[in-house]
C-alpha cells in the first residue's frame, strides 16, 4: 500500500507540489479572516420553551437579549461610598443611547439603590448594560466601550458573554498563528525530506524542469 501510495506521489510529484503550494497560499490568506468569522455563542434554539420564556420576559421586563457586567474595583476604596459611586458615574458618562443605538439601560448600585450590586466586602461593584441586539452583535461593541470609558482611577473588568465569546475569539486567532508558527516550519523539513534537498525540490518544480 505504502510502496503504491509512494509511487503515485512520486509519478505526480510537480502537481503534488504546485498543489500544496497553492494550498499554502490559499491557507495563508485565509487565516488573516478567520478572527472576523469567528463567533461565539450560537448554541441555543429560538424555538426551545425556555428560549421562549426569555423573550417573553424581555419583552415585558423591557432587557434586551444581550448584556455586559462592568465590574469595578478600586484599591482601599469602599464601593458603597459616594465618592466610589461618583467614580463609577463618571466612568460610565459615555456609555450612552448616542453612542450606543441598541443600549437599553446601564444599571449600577447608585442608579437603582440595589445593594446586591456591590459586593460583600464592600471592594467591588458593578454595573449592568442591557442591549436590544443579539450576543454577536453586542460582541462587536466590545472595543468601542473599553475606549469610551472615563478613567478615574478605578480597574475595570469587563464580563458577561459578549465578552467572553470576544476574548475566547482574539485567544483562538492567536494561537491559530502560533501554531502556524510551528507548524509551518515542520511541513518545510518534512517535505525536504521526502523529496531529498532544497535543490532537489526545487529541480523538480516545472519551471525549473527541462523536460
Known amino acids: 500500500m505504502f510502496a503504491a501510495l509512494g509511487r503515485f506521489v512520486y509519478r505526480r510529484r510537480r502537481i503534488i507540489i504546485v498543489l500544496w503550494t497553492v494550498a499554502f ?22 424555538t426551545t420553551p425556555s428560549q421562549k420564556a426569555q423573550k417573553a420576559m424581555q419583552e415585558r421586563l423591557g432587557f434586551g437579549p444581550a448584556r455586559l457586567t462592568i465590574v469595578f474595583t ?20 459615555g456609555i450612552e443611547r448616542e453612542a450606543f443605538p441598541k443600549l437599553l439601560s446601564v444599571q449600577t448600585a447608585a442608579s437603582t ?10 471592594r467591588a461593584t458593578f454595573a449592568v448594560l442591557s442591549f ?22 478605578l480597574t475595570t473588568y469587563l464580563t458577561g ?18 501554531a502556524e508558527t510551528y507548524t509551518l516550519p515542520i511541513a518545510v523539513i518534512v517535505l525536504v525530506l521526502i523529496f531529498g534537498t532544497l535543490v532537489a525540490v526545487a529541480c523538480k518544480l516545472p519551471f525549473f524542469s527541462k523536460t
Do not use: M
Not at 497560499?25 to 429560538?46: C, Y
Not at 439603590?113 to 464592600?122: K, V
Not at 458573554?161 to 502560533?178: C, G, K, M, N
Open 161 to 178: 458573554d459578549p465578552a467572553v465569546y470576544a476574548d475566547i475569539e482574539q485567544i483562538s486567532a492567536e494561537d491559530l498563528r502560533t
Open 25 to 46: 497560499v490559499a491557507g495563508l490568506v485565509a487565516t488573516t479572516h478567520v478572527p472576523g468569522e469567528l463567533k461565539g455563542g450560537g448554541f441555543t434554539n429560538p
Open 74 to 93: 478600586g484599591p482601599g476604596l469602599d464601593a458603597r461610598s459616594l465618592a466610589f459611586k461618583t467614580k463609577v458615574k463618571a466612568a460610565l458618562a
Open 132 to 153: 436590544d441586539a443579539r450576543t454577536e452583535q453586542v460582541q462587536r461593541l466590545i472595543p468601542a466601550i473599553r475606549a469610551r470609558l472615563a478613567p478615574t482611577g
Open 113 to 122: 439603590g440595589d445593594a446586591g450590586l456591590i459586593s460583600r466586602d464592600g
